[in-house]
């Protein structure tokens, strides 16, 4: 797989400063039905004690399972922020290390900022990455 866009999601839950990426994780792969194979997301942003942190889900060149709508599993990388956006803004921090890791994966896949998308804009009866993450202010402050 050659990504050509980034999905970005919220995981809907409250970030507890552990790792709830083995959760999401354990979901993914224990309880869907059927059980997916790994997580559906390529990369978490989460706060781990003091510190937001990077987490790795699928390999890089794997089709996700973070956006079924439109083929987008298959040509998209999917990003999911640790926290429930549709109740608060998230943390700067979480929201400045998003940037960082968003702007380095459209340099080394060449992908311009009108593909980073929210699922919102492909699946309307969701409101992920949450009502208030700004995606329009975070793709225009992405460079």
């Known amino acids: ?3 050509t866009h980034i999905i970005l999601h919220h995981s809907l839950t409250k970030d507890s400063e552990t790792v709830s990426w083995g ?5 993914h792969m224990e309880e869907k039905d059927p059980p997916w194979r790994n997580i559906g997301y ?3 942003i989460e706060k781990v004690g003091n510190d937001y942190q990077i987490l790795v889900g699928r390999m890089m060149n794997e089709s ?4 079924p709508e439109r083929g987008m599993n298959r ?3 999917g990003i999911c922020f640790i926290g429930d956006y549709d ?3 998230p943390p700067h921090e979480m929201w400045l290390l998003g940037q960082e890791l968003v702007r380095s994966l459209m340099d080394v896949f060449k992908i311009p900022k009108t593909n980073i998308l929210g699922h919102y804009e492909l699946a309307p009866y969701k409101s992920c990455p949450g009502v208030c ?11």
Do not use: N, Q, W
């Open 75 to 77: 040509i998209s990388l």
């Open 23 to 27: 959760a999401i994780k354990r979901y």
């Open 64 to 67: 996700g399972a973070h956006c």
């Open 1 to 3: 797989m050659t990504p």
């Open 133 to 143: 993450f700004d995606v329009e202010k975070f793709r225009e402050e992405v460079f």
């Open 42 to 44: 390529h990369f978490g």
């Open 87 to 89: 109740a608060e803004e």
